[in-house]
C-alpha cells in the first residue's frame, strides 16, 4: 500500500472531479472535497516521513520501468512543497462550504468543488511526476481548472481576468513544451532524471539554451515572476474568495517547485549560474518584484488587487533565494513557499468573510472601517497575517526573511539585503493601511464575526504563521534538507 | 528555574488581561503581576535558565547575572510604579501595551543571545508605539508614525548586525563585542539609535511628549535604558561611545534650555542624562560601568517622577507650555513637592539618589585621567541642574500666577509619586542595597567632604546663574528646529509613500528640495500608483509583448555570454 501512496496522491482527487459532476449535489461535493484534501494530507505527510527517514524514492506508474514509462518520484523538494499545497487544501476545504454557497448559485456550486478537485490533483501531479511531459499535462490540468475558477467569480471582470489569465496561461504552456520539446530534441528522453544525465556535457548547445529560455519564461509567466505577472491581480481580485485563496497558497509556489526542478536538478546548476547570467538576471528581477509591486499595493484602493499585488512582491522573495543559490537563501525560498502559502491563504481566507458579511463584491480599503470592531476576531487574524508579511520576529515570514538575509550576506550582495529590508518597511505601509481603517476610522454596522467554519479556517492559518515562527521543526527542516538536496545535485 | 520564573513574561501574560479586563479586577491584575515579576526579578540566580534552537542556533532566551538582574528589578519596580499612577486613565489600550513593553524590555535583560535581543527588541518598538498611540490624539498619532519608522529602521539595522554577527562568528551568545566590522558597527548603530545617542536622537523628544500624561511617565523608562543596558553588556569600554555620550549630554542641556514645553524639556534631559551613562560606558573601566548601571537605575526613578509631576500637571490643566503655567504650587503642593525631590535628584543633589550615582562616573574619568571628559561631566552637571532641576519646576509651579487653581489628582497618582520619590531621598541615604545590586564590587564611598563641598559649590553657582539669566530664559512660545526636521519635513518629500498626506505636505513646503522629491514622488506615482503604468491592467496584447520581449532578452543573453 504504502509503494501506491504517490499515485493515489493524485488519483484521489482526480477521480473526485467527475464524481462530483456526476453527483451535482453541493452537499456531497463538499464533503467528497473535504475528505478528498485530509487524505491528501494524510499522505503527503506519509510520504514525507518516508523521504526523511529512507531518502528520495520512485514509483513506475503502471509498472512501466523508467525512463520509458512515467516515473513518479518523491525526494525532499516534492514532499516538501506536497505537503504545503495539502496543509493548504485541507483549510480551504472545510472553508469552502459556506463561501461556495454565499457566492455562486446552487446549481452551479458543484462546479467549483469539481474545478478545485482538478486543480488540486493537477498541483500534487506537477510535484510529484519525474517525467516533464506528463508534468506538461498536469501543468494544463490544474491551469484550465483554475481558469474556471476564476471566471466563476460574482463580477463580470472576473471573465476578463480568467480570460487574460488564460492567454498568459497558455502561452506559459505552450513555452514550456516548446523548451521540453527541444530537449527531447537534443535528448531523445522525456524523463528529468534520464534528461540530466544526457544533458551534461551539452549544456552550450544552441537548442538546449533556448530549451531553458523558454521554460524559464514559460514556467516565469505561470509563477508571475516579475515582469510576467500581469495577469495576476486581477485573476486574485475577482476569482471567488476560497479560489483566491487556495491558488495564491499553491499555484505559483508548485510552479516555482517545476523552475527549482529544472534549473537544480535537469540543466546543470554549474553552467547555468557561473556561465549563464542566472544570478544576475534573477537577483534584479526579484529585487524589482519586491519593491515595485509593494509600492503598488501601497496605492492600491481594492483590498484583494492590494494583496494580489503584495504576493507579486512575495514571490521576488522566493525567486531571490534562487538568484542567491546558496544553501541560506534556497532554504528561504522553499520555506517562503510554505510560509508565504499560509500567510496569504489566511489573509484571503479571512477577506473572504469580510466579503460575505459586507455583501459587497469587492472590498476597498475604506470599506474596512470599523472592521476592528465589527469583526473583531477577523480583524485581529489579518493583524498577524499581515505580520507574518512584514516578516515580524515570531511570525512565519521572520523566518524567511533571516535565511534571505543570511544568505545574502554570504553572497556579500549589500544591495540585496538592504533591498529586502526596503521591501518590508514599505510592506509595514500597505499594513498598516489596513490597521489605520479597521481599528482607528469609526465604520457602521453592528458586530457580526464571518461564518464559525469560515473563520476558524483562517484562523487557524493565522495561527499557523505564528507556528511556524516559533516551531520549524517543518518549515525550516523540510526546507534545509530540499535546499541541501538541490544543492547536492548541483556541486 | 523555568520559564513561568521569567519576570517578562508575567508582564506580557498580565498586558493581554489588562487589554480585556475592567473595573476593580483590572486594577488588581495591572498592580499584582508587576509586584510578582519584582518578587522574580529580585530572586533571579544567575546562569543560563533556559536554552531553545531556533533556525539552527542555539538560543538562551532566559539567561541572568548581577547587571540584567539590575535592570530586570528597575524595570519591574517601575511596571509597579506607572501602573498605580495610570490606573484612572480611561484609555484601556494604554496599561496594556506598556506592560507588553515593559516586559518586552525585561526580555531583552534577560537575554542570553542576540536573536532574543532582536526579537524583543522589536516587541517593544510596538508596544511603545501602541503606548503613544493611545494617546489618541492627531499629533500623537503622526509622531507615533514617525517614532515608529525610525525603530523598525533601527530594528532592521540590529537585524543586519545579528545575522552577519551569526555567520561570522557562528554563535548567537550575547557577549562584549569589538567594534571590528560591518556586523558589530551596525548592532551599535542599532542600539545608538534607541539610546537617543545624537544625531539619532530626535526621535525621542519628538515623540515622547505627545504620549498621554501617563504614557510618557513609561517611555521614559525603558527605551532608552534597554539600550543602555545592551551597550553595558555589548560595547563596555568601546572609546567613541565617550564622545557620543558627551555630544547627548551637551545636545540634551542646549535643547532643553531653549524649549518651552515641560515634556519636551524632560524628554531632552532623558538625551541628556542617558549622555551621562553611554559616557561611562564608553569609558569602561569597573567604577564607570558601575556607575553607568547605578545612574540608569536611579534615573528611571527620578525622571519618571518628573514625568509624573509633569504629569499631573497635565492632568489638570491640559497645558503643557511654560508660558501658560506657572504659580501651581499653592493648590499642588504635594505634586509641587515631589516634582522639586526629582529635580533635586536630577541635580544630584546630596541626599538624593542622583548623587550616589552620577559622581561615579565623573569618578571613572578622573581615575582614569581623562581630564576634559571629567571637566566636561562637571560642567555639565552644571548645566542640568539649570535645565531640569531648576528650570522645570521654576516655571511650572512658581514664577508667575497663571491664574490656574487646579487640586493635587487623585490617590493613586499621589501615592505613586509619594512612592517614587521616598526612594529618590532614600536610595541617596541608604545607597548600600543599591551598590550590592550592582555588576562589580563597590569601592566608592559618595558622601566624603570634597564631593559634598564640590557639588553643592557647582549647584549654588548654576543656581545663581540661572536667576542671574532669568530675562535670557524666560520662554516665549517657539518652535525648535532639530534633526528631525531631516525626516519630519524632508525625508516624506522625497519618499513619498503616504498619498494624499504627502501631497498637502508638498504644497506646505515648496523648498527646492521638495519639489525634486515631488518629481520623484509623482514619478513613483505615476508608476505605481492607481492606474500607474505598472498597476493598471494592460491589454492582454501588451502582456503578450512583454512575454516576447522577455524571451528575446533571455535568449540574447544566454547567446551572448
Redesign the interface.
Given at each position: 500500500m504504502v509503494e501506491h501512496l504517490p499515485a493515489l496522491q493524485v488519483v484521489l482527487p482526480l477521480v473526485a472531479a467527475p464524481l462530483i459532476v456526476l453527483a451535482r449535489s453541493p452537499r456531497f461535493a463538499w464533503l467528497a472535497t473535504t475528505a478528498v484534501s485530509y487524505a491528501c494530507l494524510v499522505i503527503a505527510a506519509l510520504l514525507a516521513t518516508r523521504v526523511a527517514t529512507l531518502g528520495a524514492f520512485s514509483y513506475a506508474l503502471g509498472s512501466w520501468a523508467p525512463p520509458w514509462g512515467i516515473e513518479y518520484r518523491v525526494d525532499a523538494l516534492s514532499a516538501f512543497v506536497l505537503v504545503a499545497v495539502a496543509l493548504t487544501a485541507s483549510f480551504v476545504a472545510p472553508y469552502a462550504r459556506r463561501s461556495i454557497a454565499a457566492e455562486l448559485d446552487a446549481d452551479r456550486q458543484y462546479l467549483m468543488y469539481a474545478m478545485y478537485c482538478l486543480c488540486l490533483a493537477g498541483l500534487l501531479g506537477i510535484t510529484v511526476t519525474g517525467d516533464a511531459f506528463n508534468l506538461f499535462v498536469f501543468l494544463e490540468i490544474s491551469s484550465l481548472a483554475s481558469y474556471v475558477l476564476i471566471a466563476l467569480g460574482r463580477r463580470r471582470q472576473a471573465l476578463v481576468a480568467a480570460?487574460?489569465y488564460m492567454?498568459?496561461g497558455t502561452?506559459g504552456a505552450t513555452?514550456y513544451v516548446i523548451g521540453v520539446g527541444l530537449l527531447y530534441l537534443v535528448t531523445g528522453t522525456l524523463n528529468l532524471a534520464d534528461l540530466a544525465e544526457r544533458l551534461r556535457g551539452v549544456e552550450d548547445l544552441?537548442p538546449v539554451?533556448?530549451a531553458?529560455?523558454?521554460i524559464?519564461?514559460g514556467i516565469?509567466?505561470k509563477l508571475a515572476l516579475f515582469?510576467?505577472h500581469?495577469?495576476l491581480?486581477?485573476a486574485y481580485a475577482y476569482a471567488p474568495s476560497m479560489a483566491t485563496a487556495f491558488l495564491a497558497a499553491t499555484a505559483t509556489k508548485v510552479s516555482v517547485y517545476v523552475l527549482l526542478r529544472f534549473y537544480f536538478t535537469v540543466f546543470d546548476p554549474a553552467a547555468l549560474f557561473d556561465?549563464?547570467?542566472t544570478r544576475e538576471?534573477f537577483l534584479a528581477l526579484s529585487v524589482a518584484a519586491m519593491i515595485?509591486?509593494s509600492?503598488?499595493a501601497?496605492?492600491?484602493?481594492e483590498v484583494k488587487r492590494l494583496f494580489a499585488?503584495s504576493s507579486v512582491a512575495q514571490i521576488g522573495y522566493i525567486t531571490l533565494g534562487i538568484g542567491l543559490e546558496n544553501h541560506a537563501g534556497l532554504t528561504g525560498s522553499i520555506a517562503h513557499l510554505l510560509n508565504h502559502g499560509v500567510t496569504k491563504g489566511a489573509i484571503f481566507l479571512l477577506l473572504g468573510g469580510v466579503a460575505l458579511r459586507s455583501g459587497a463584491a469587492s472590498i476597498s480599503v475604506g470599506s474596512l472601517a470599523g472592521l476592528g470592531r465589527r469583526m473583531p476576531l477577523t480583524a485581529f487574524g489579518l493583524v498577524i497575517a499581515g505580520l507574518s508579511l512584514i516578516g515580524?520576529?515570531?511570525t512565519a515570514g521572520f523566518?524567511t526573511?533571516?535565511?534571505l538575509?543570511?544568505g545574502a550576506?554570504?553572497r556579500e550582495a549589500w544591495w540585496v539585503?538592504g533591498a529586502i529590508?526596503a521591501s518590508?518597511?514599505?510592506a509595514?505601509?500597505y499594513v498598516w493601511r489596513l490597521v489605520e481603517a479597521a481599528y482607528?476610522r469609526a465604520g457602521q454596522g453592528t458586530r457580526r464575526e464571518a461564518p464559525a467554519g469560515m473563520l476558524a479556517a483562517g484562523l487557524a492559518m493565522a495561527g499557523l504563521c505564528v507556528y511556524f515562527g516559533?516551531f520549524?521543526s517543518i518549515n525550516?527542516a523540510g526546507a534545509?534538507d530540499a535546499a541541501s538536496f538541490l544543492l547536492r545535485g548541483a556541486r | 528555574m523555568t520559564l513561568a520564573s521569567h519576570p517578562g513574561l508575567w508582564l506580557i501574560a498580565a498586558a493581554a488581561l489588562l487589554a480585556v479586563l475592567r473595573g476593580r479586577s483590572r486594577a488588581v491584575v495591572a498592580l499584582a503581576a508587576p509586584l510578582v515579576a519584582l518578587t522574580l526579578a529580585w530572586r533571579l540566580e544567575a546562569g543560563v535558565h533556559l536554552r531553545a534552537g531556533?533556525?539552527?542556533m542555539e538560543l538562551a532566551p532566559f539567561a541572568a547575572d548581577a547587571l540584567s538582574r539590575l535592570f530586570a528589578v528597575i524595570f519591574s519596580l517601575m511596571a509597579f510604579a506607572g501602573a498605580l499612577f495610570a490606573l484612572n486613565q480611561p484609555r484601556r489600550l494604554e496599561l496594556a501595551a506598556a506592560f507588553l513593553y515593559a516586559g518586552a524590555a525585561i526580555g531583552v535583560t534577560l537575554a542570553g543571545d542576540l536573536v532574543t535581543v532582536?526579537?524583543c527588541w522589536?516587541?517593544m518598538a510596538?508596544g511603545s508605539t501602541l503606548v503613544l498611540w493611545s494617546a489618541a490624539t492627531p499629533a500623537a498619532?503622526r509622531a507615533s508614525m514617525r517614532y515608529?519608522?525610525v525603530h523598525?529602521?533601527g530594528g532592521?539595522l540590529l537585524?543586519?548586525g545579528v545575522?552577519?554577527h551569526?555567520?561570522q562568528t557562528g554563535t548567537t551568545a550575547f557577549q562584549p563585542m569589538a567594534l571590528d566590522g560591518p556586523a558589530h558597527a551596525l548592532i551599535l548603530a542599532a542600539f545608538l539609535v534607541n539610546a537617543g545617542a545624537w544625531p539619532l536622537s530626535a526621535w525621542l523628544p519628538d515623540a515622547y511628549p505627545e504620549a498621554s500624561w501617563s504614557g510618557m511617565v513609561f517611555l521614559s523608562a525603558f527605551t532608552t535604558k534597554t539600550a543602555v543596558y545592551v551597550l553595558l553588556r555589548g560595547f563596555p569600554g568601546t572609546e567613541p561611545l565617550i564622545y557620543v555620550g558627551l555630544a547627548m549630554v551637551f545636545y540634551g542641556i542646549v535643547y532643553a534650555l531653549l524649549e518651552n514645553d515641560m515634556r519636551r524639556i524632560l524628554a531632552y534631559s532623558i538625551v541628556n542624562q542617558v549622555g551621562f551613562m553611554v559616557t561611562g560606558i564608553g569609558i569602561g573601566t569597573e567604577m564607570a560601568l558601575n556607575g553607568a548601571a547605578a545612574h540608569a537605575f536611579t534615573h528611571i526613578l527620578y525622571k519618571a517622577l518628573l514625568l509624573m509631576s509633569a504629569g499631573a500637571v497635565l492632568y489638570a490643566t491640559g497645558r503643557r507650555k511654560c508660558t501658560e503655567l506657572g504659580g501651581l504650587f499653592r493648590t499642588m503642593p504635594l505634586t509641587a513637592a515631589c516634582g522639586i525631590v526629582g529635580a533635586l535628584a536630577i541635580s544630584s543633589f546630596p541626599l538624593t539618589s542622583g548623587f550616589v550615582s552620577k559622581s561615579m562616573i565623573a569618578q571613572a574619568a578622573g581615575d582614569e585621567h581623562l581630564f576634559v571628559v571629567w571637566l566636561l561631566l562637571a560642567a555639565a552637571s552644571a548645566g542640568v541642574f539649570l535645565h531640569a532641576g531648576i528650570k522645570f519646576p521654576w516655571f511650572v509651579f512658581f514664577q508667575k500666577d497663571s491664574g490656574l487653581r487646579p487640586p493635587d489628582p487623585g490617590w493613586n497618582m499621589r501615592a505613586a509619586m509619594v512612592l517614587l520619590a521616598a526612594f529618590c531621598i532614600g536610595l541617596g541615604i541608604w545607597y548600600e542595597p543599591l551598590y550590592g545590586l550592582l555588576p562589580y564590587p563597590v569601592d566608592y564611598a559618595p558622601y566624603t567632604g570634597f564631593h559634598v563641598v564640590a557639588q553643592l559649590q557647582l549647584l549654588l553657582f548654576s543656581g545663581l546663574a540661572f536667576f542671574v539669566m532669568l530675562g535670557w530664559l524666560r520662554r516665549t512660545l517657539t518652535i525648535t528646529l532639530d534633526t528631525d526636521w531631516l525626516y519630519r519635513a524632508l525625508f516624506p518629500r522625497v519618499v513619498a509613500?503616504?498619498?494624499a498626506a504627502l501631497e498637502r505636505a508638498l504644497a506646505a513646503g515648496g523648498a527646492r528640495a521638495a519639489r525634486a522629491g515631488e518629481r520623484l514622488g509623482a514619478y513613483?506615482?505615476r508608476?505605481?500608483?492607481?492606474q500607474?503604468a505598472?498597476?493598471r491592467?494592460?491589454p492582454?496584447g501588451a502582456?503578450?509583448l512583454?512575454?516576447m520581449g522577455?524571451?528575446l532578452a533571455?535568449?540574447l543573453?544566454?547567446?551572448l555570454?
Open positions: 480570460f487574460q492567454l498568459m502561452v513555452f544552441r539554451l533556448a531553458l529560455a523558454f524559464t519564461v516565469g509567466l515582469p510576467l500581469q495577469w491581480p486581477n556561465r549563464l547570467p538576471t515595485l509591486a509600492l503598488v501601497v496605492f492600491e484602493r499585488w515580524v520576529p515570531g523566518v526573511k533571516w535565511f538575509i543570511l550576506i554570504e539585503v529590508l518590508s518597511l514599505i509595514v505601509a482607528l516559533f520549524t525550516v534545509s | 531556533f533556525l539552527g532582536f526579537v522589536e516587541v510596538i498619532y515608529l519608522m523598525l529602521c532592521m537585524f543586519i545575522a552577519a551569526v555567520l509613500l503616504y498619498g513613483f506615482r508608476l505605481c500608483g492607481p500607474g505598472l498597476a491592467t494592460w492582454a502582456m503578450g512583454g512575454v522577455m524571451l533571455l535568449l543573453s544566454y547567446y555570454f
